[in-house]
């Protein structure tokens, strides 16, 4: 493996979290969720970004369940991401902004899936650092305090954690961290280990878990995570932050194929996908 990993290291989605179905006693509500509605303020304020896209197909199936398109990009100096998620015909339903303030590990960040109107997310104001939640478009936001917590993991400031330690994953020590779970209004802990090294497409790779900490982290199911040699992202298997259309998380196995990499996207296609409608259904 190389000295570092690159910057797709997890979908910000990142199902980190949300994604664990747990008994009813320590159940987390739906999905991990993304960024403060950071508008494409136009072309011209961003530089050159870089695109790559996810497939998620219903675990042990060839069925695509969705699909998450990611740009990443630099605007006025700081470091922004949009992900445009969709179902398997391409049509948008979700949209997520991250904006890398204040830190890379801590974003603001706004979720939102139009087929119920859910929307999560981090934004900073005055002062202050506020979590929102809205169940569904019916629903009256709720917003509290941003925990204080001096090692504290936001969305898709899991990517920068991986980064951070890399080394010490690498060298087989299990890095623990808290990540937010805006709908409970709190970090729960997770540790991240690796498991073992092994090919995938042809190509060296290794495998990770990530899982709950403490007792019940060995009795409930982990996120399954395969990087390449230079940090990579290239499978995620586990249950996912993205709901079905009954609301439910879905177990799925999500690829990101190299060859859908590309580089000095031009600025008009970010700019499209911030603005692109959202569905209220996936077809059948």
């Known amino acids: 493996m190389t000295d570092r990993p690159t910057e797709r290291a997890l979908p910000a989605a990142l199902a980190v979290a949300a994604a664990f179905a747990m008994p009813a006693a320590l159940a987390l509500p739906a999905a991990l969720a993304l960024l403060a509605l950071v508008a494409l303020e136009g072309p011209s304020a961003a530089s050159a970004a870089e695109r790559y896209e996810g497939i998620a197909y219903v675990r042990g199936t060839d069925r695509i369940a969705y699909r998450e398109t990611h740009w990443l990009f630099d605007r006025d ?53 506020l979590v929102y939640v809205r169940e569904n478009a019916r629903a009256a936001e709720r917003t509290r305090p941003l925990p204080a917590s001096v090692d504290g993991v936001v969305d898709a400031g899991f990517d920068a954690f991986v980064r951070e330690h890399w080394q010490d994953l690498v060298a087989g020590r299990d890095p623990r961290l808290d990540f937010l779970i805006p709908s409970r209004f709190e970090y729960l802990s997770f540790a991240l280990s690796a498991l073992h090294d092994t090919t995938m497409d042809g190509e060296p790779a290794r495998r990770f878990k990530l899982r709950l900490a403490g007792w019940y982290g060995f009795v409930l199911p982990g996120i399954d995570l395969t990087y390449d040699r230079d940090g990579r992202l ?46 209220s259904r996936c077809k059948p």
């Open 77 to 129: 100096g700081t470091r922004e991401r949009l992900v445009l998620y969709q179902c398997a015909d391409r049509t948008a339903f979700g949209r997520k902004w991250v904006r890398e303030v204040p830190s890379a590990v801590a974003p603001d960040f706004d979720f939102e899936d139009a087929r119920d109107g859910y929307r999560e997310g981090v934004r900073t104001e005055p002062g202050s650092r």
């Open 234 to 279: 290239m499978e995620f298997d586990g249950v996912g932050n993205v709901r079905d259309a009954s609301g439910k998380n879905q177990n799925v196995r999500i690829v990101f194929p190299a060859e859908a990499m590309r580089s000095n996207v031009p600025q008009s296609e970010i700019a499209h996908a911030g603005a692109e409608p959202l569905a």
